[in-house]
């Protein structure tokens, strides 16, 4: 896990791209952004965007797909 901010994290994985970011905390584990710029804009975008489409995030390590 890569930490990007407070208890927000990237999976890491060598030479791949597009991971979610999850936030953690505890046993809690949820998205947060369905990659790294959509977390961006949802985290620190003011006011936050509304989602209009399907969030559709999917888990780019299969480990985490057991906990998504």
Do not use: K
Request: net charge negative.
């Amino acid at each position: 896990m890569v930490p990007v901010y407070a208890h927000r994290f990237l999976p890491a994985g060598r030479g791949t791209f597009g991971h979610p970011v999850l936030s953690m905390r505890g046993t809690d584990i949820i998205y947060y952004g369905t990659n790294l710029l959509d977390y961006i804009n949802q985290e620190f975008q003011d006011p936050r965007p509304e989602r209009t489409e399907t969030w559709q995030p999917h888990a780019t390590v299969s480990f985490w797909r057991d906990y998504l």
